[in-house]
């Protein structure tokens, strides 16, 4: 399966190649052009919020409430939303971008991000600084090792909040393969290799879970098994980081707003501090029981860390 070369990162730890910037649009172009012809133009349009007179209606109903009840500048709250890739992030996006009291960069907005990466902190700290909006939302997925530092070093008057999203395993596998192939699998062969240490992707990682990747045989696992290993290690962060011990990181399962979005969104509203209300979940299309029916093709030993984990995982994220 032909795959996006650009998900893979710039030689150097966040750096960019001499005339990297046409190069890089040249191959987002030919990536959205393989998404628009895999899973249709609409969704597609939906999934980056391409429609013009979507995004016009919403800039609008976000400049009235800044009007009618902004925030002094320098108060608002910033909101990191983390987890891995293709875990139903957009879909929780879209829920908080419907309120106008929140300003949203995702990660395609390059006054944060380069390359999905966050840019230094004095911008991001500049960026909640100057708005009138009651919060402001960034999606860094690839930074998201980086989230209690973002948390305790941002350095706002008001205090930052976090939202880990996570997706059911086979899931997010089957999301993953038909948006990026075997990505997955070459950068954890690569990491596994020594060759990828300043690569996001292995960011946050433990001594002993390197060595746990060594372990494998890259050359014969499946893109399947290699998305669900990252997967894991990405998902196992949130307990590695300490984030589960913290009050100001939320646990939110995609698959269980699925399943109920008014009880799980109100939950989130709870977490954040304002109120719910219907236009918050006028996108979802409700779906109860597990998704995507069976499970898939995966190597025992990763499957069986994957269900430990999800167990874990869905236990701190059920209702109290």
């Not at 987890?83 to 995702?106: D, K, W």
């Not at 060759?195 to 399947?224: H, I, K, V």
Request: glycine residues 8%.
């Amino acid at each position: 399966m032909t795959t996006p070369t650009s998900l893979f990162p710039a030689p150097g730890p966040n750096r960019l190649p001499p005339q990297a910037g046409f190069r890089r649009q040249v191959l987002r172009v030919a990536r959205h052009w393989h998404w628009a012809r895999t899973q249709g133009l609409g969704r597609l349009i939906e999934e980056d919020d391409l429609d013009p007179r979507s995004r016009a209606v919403t800039a609008a109903r976000k400049w009235r409430w800044r009007e009618a009840h902004g925030v002094a500048a320098g108060t608002a709250i910033p909101v990191f939303l983390v987890g891995v890739q293709r875990s139903g992030t957009n879909m929780i996006v879209r829920g908080l971008e419907a309120a106008p009291e929140f300003e949203v960069h995702n990660e395609n907005d390059g006054r944060v991000f380069e390359r999905f990466l966050l840019r230094p902190l004095p911008v991001v700290r500049d960026i909640v600084a100057r708005s009138r909006h009651a919060y402001v939302l960034f999606k860094p997925l690839c930074d998201s090792h980086r989230t209690a530092e973002l948390l305790d070093g941002l350095g706002t008057s008001s205090p930052g909040r976090a939202i880990w999203a996570y997706r059911s395993m086979d899931g997010r596998v089957a999301s993953a393969l038909a948006k990026f192939g075997d990505v997955n699998l070459r950068v954890l062969g690569s990491i596994a290799a020594g060759e990828g240490a300043t690569w996001w992707q292995a960011q946050g990682l433990a001594d002993e879970t390197l060595a746990f990747l060594r372990t494998f045989d890259y050359d014969a696992m499946s893109p399947a098994t290699a998305a669900a290993l990252f997967w894991c290690l990405r998902n196992r962060l949130f307990f590695d980081l300490g984030l589960d011990r913290r009050d100001d990181v939320a646990l939110v399962s995609y698959d269980a707003v699925l399943s109920d979005p008014v009880a799980r969104m109100d939950q989130l509203c709870a977490f954040l501090g304002f109120g719910w209300r219907p236009e918050l979940v006028a996108h979802i299309k409700r779906r109860p029981g597990p998704p995507n029916g069976g499970k898939l093709d995966i190597d025992p030993r990763v499957r069986r860390l994957g269900e430990e984990l999800q167990q874990r995982l869905d236990g701190l994220a059920a209702p109290r």
